[in-house]
């Protein structure tokens, strides 16, 4: 099943990707889903301690690179 969720690449040392999967693993959850969670709490966070991010910012057309 595809999905139109956008793709990121990652690089990142080796020994931190194997103890970023260790604790996703302990977490019972996938990297991807490790990482994503910590997304939104960064996110909300931020959201928390400065202000709310603006609509603009995230609800454009990802298919309009002039907005990029």
Same mark, same amino acid.
């Given at each position: 099943m595809k999905d139109?969720? %956008?793709?990121?690449?990652?690089?990142v040392d080796y020994e931190?990707?194997?103890k970023f999967e260790y604790v996703a693993k302990y977490n019972a959850r996938t990297m991807n889903k490790e990482l994503e969670f910590l997304m939104k709490k960064r996110v909300s966070d931020y959201e928390k301690?400065?202000?709310?991010? %603006?609509?603009e910012v995230y609800k454009?057309? %990802?298919e309009d690179k002039t907005q990029q």
């Open positions: 139109n969720k %956008p793709r990121y690449t990652l690089r931190l990707l194997r301690k400065y202000e709310k991010i %603006p609509e454009r057309d %990802p």
